[in-house]
């Protein structure tokens, strides 16, 4: 894992987009099409904007979420509405492919997204966030779910439920998930640096971020 500190959460924002341009260019120059994997929640927010303004062949690129909530395409916490809203209506033209199906339940989804996702992979490009509990994408610990999201021959997406969570949720799995050369942690704060320092220490089923400890880059500002 390497840890990358910046001054300020502007600094931050622009080298997470920067980061991202040059993978995704590098992916591109390789690839036909590229994959690029992005988290949902709050803190990826401005790097989404930022990369809308990058230049890049954005018409060769397939954006998929990490994870999903299991709400329609225009509930406030959809993760694709917050992709669609941020990246691709600011004029980044890559295709988006959703993990949430409307009239399936999570189980049905999962495996309808699967079939959306596997033919995608290996990813070009990962982006993950990380919550406080050191969940990312929804491999929150303790999860219903999480062992089989976790194993290695887990398809493409999986459901996750919990106690914890608001809604039931779909999750790329690990091995579609590190099918990325490189994994780019984007956190902000205090407590998600803290918690970044006591993953260090703990199992991928105590702290699903562990699992790609190899090969991330983390971006972080206060
Ligand atoms: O629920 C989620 O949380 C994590 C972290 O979100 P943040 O708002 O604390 O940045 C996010 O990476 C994940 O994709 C999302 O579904």
Avoid at 188 to 213: H, M, Q, V, Y
Wanted: include cysteine; charged fraction near 20%; charge should be negative.
């Amino acid at each position: 894992m390497k840890l990358i500190e910046h001054p300020d959460r502007e600094a931050l924002t622009l080298a997470v987009a920067q980061h991202i341009t040059d993978a995704l260019g590098m992916a591109l120059n390789t690839r036909d099409r590229a994959a690029l994997c992005l988290p949902g929640g709050s803190t990826p927010l401005p790097v989404f904007k930022a990369l809308a303004a990058a230049r890049l062949d954005w018409g060769r690129v397939v954006v998929v979420p990490g994870d999903e909530r299991w709400v329609p395409a225009d509930h406030a916490r959809s993760n694709a509405r917050l992709i669609r809203r941020n990246l691709i209506d600011e004029g980044a033209a890559a295709e988006l492919v959703e993990l949430y199906t409307e009239g399936l339940d999570p189980d049905a989804g999962a495996a309808a997204a699967a079939e959306r996702v596997a033919p995608l992979l290996p990813l070009s490009v990962l982006m993950l966030g990380m919550g406080d509990d050191m969940h990312t994408a929804s491999l929150f610990p303790g999860a219903e779910g999480l062992a089989a999201a976790l194993a290695p021959d887990a398809p493409a997406v999986l459901p996750i439920r919990g106690e914890a969570l608001a809604e039931p949720r779909v999750t790329l799995s690990l091995p579609a998930l590190s099918s990325a050369p490189e994994a780019v942690l984007m956190i902000t704060g205090a407590d998600k640096r803290a918690a970044l320092d006591r993953a260090a220490g703990l199992s991928p089923e105590e702290a699903p971020i562990r699992a790609f400890w190899k090969g991330l880059v983390v971006h972080y500002a206060d």
